[in-house]
């Protein structure tokens, strides 16, 4: 008897299919890198104290300061409830210094050579800049509920309807991406000079020379001209007529012009810069 042996046909095994990666330079992989990148820097802020003392913590409880120090006296004085200016100007005041605080870490970062090491890394160039800018919107938006929340526990109201009241919101938001670009301008191209440090002295000096600390008819004639056209007036003189009713149109352009022009003269200082920065040392 002859016992017949066949052959058992190969087994196939069948990996799954792995997805190929986005091309550096794609709109995808800006998109993808952006994000993850803004996931990463937001949770390096949540976990500063610094930062979010100063971005967060700090404009709130300057908010209520101010009404308890002075908010009831100005009210007084001119018959107006000062929340509807000092909830606008604390919007700005935080957006403002959130920056400054993210800009100072943005030269934390280039000093300790994390931008070098994230330049090599197979990832969008474009990446990084815009991972940041989204990262102050988050921050931003936050920032300016919690204190327009805190506003309203004291006695601020948004009398013109939802419309007018999204539109406020959103106006610290256009403000403080332009005042964001500014400050990621001066911290990559500053070397070891304090130009984000000495900003927050003029933010200082602006912060007591506009029209939500007293209406612009309290300042010497002289200085109102100026009081009334500077950059934060714009916007909080915009943000009053968008809570309490009043003149829009005039404000609103102003704030629009003051941050569109701040886009434009920074955003290129700030690319060039960044990119020297990441392969050079301060």
């Given at each position: ?37 803004t996931k990463r820097l ?209 404000p609103l352009i102003k ?28």
């Amino acid at each position: 008897m002859t016992t017949e042996y066949r052959a058992e046909a190969p087994t196939r095994v069948t990996f799954p299919a792995v997805s190929k990666p986005h091309p550096e330079n794609s709109a995808s992989a800006l998109v993808v890198h952006s994000l993850l990148q803004t996931k990463r820097l937001l949770v390096r802020w949540a976990r500063d104290p610094g930062t979010m003392i100063q971005a967060i913590v700090y404009p709130a409880l300057m908010l209520v300061m101010f009404w308890a120090v002075l908010g009831i006296s100005i009210t007084k004085a001119t018959g107006v409830n000062s929340l509807y200016g000092t909830v606008p100007m604390i919007t700005l005041v935080g957006a403002m210094f959130g920056s400054i605080a993210g800009g100072l870490s943005l030269k934390k970062e280039w000093a300790n050579g994390l931008l070098g090491r994230f330049w090599v890394l197979p990832v969008h160039r474009a990446s990084p800049l815009v991972s940041r800018l989204l990262a102050e919107c988050v921050r931003i938006s936050l920032t300016t509920v919690l204190i327009i929340a805190v506003g309203i526990a004291l006695g601020f109201r948004l009398d013109q309807g939802v419309l007018a009241g999204v539109g406020l919101m959103l106006l610290p938001l256009l403000f403080g991406v332009s005042f964001a670009t500014m400050v990621t301008a001066l911290a990559v191209n500053a070397g070891k000079a304090p130009l984000v440090e000495l900003l927050s002295l003029l933010c200082t000096l602006l912060l007591f020379f506009n029209s939500g600390f007293v209406p612009t008819a309290a300042y010497p004639t002289w200085l109102q001209s100026f009081v009334e056209n500077q950059p934060m007036s714009c916007a909080i003189d915009a943000m009053k007529g968008l809570s309490m009713g009043g003149p829009v149109a005039e404000p609103l352009i102003k704030t629009i012009a003051w941050s569109i022009g701040g886009l434009i003269v920074f955003t290129y200082p700030a690319v060039r810069g960044y990119r020297r920065a990441a392969g050079t040392p301060p």
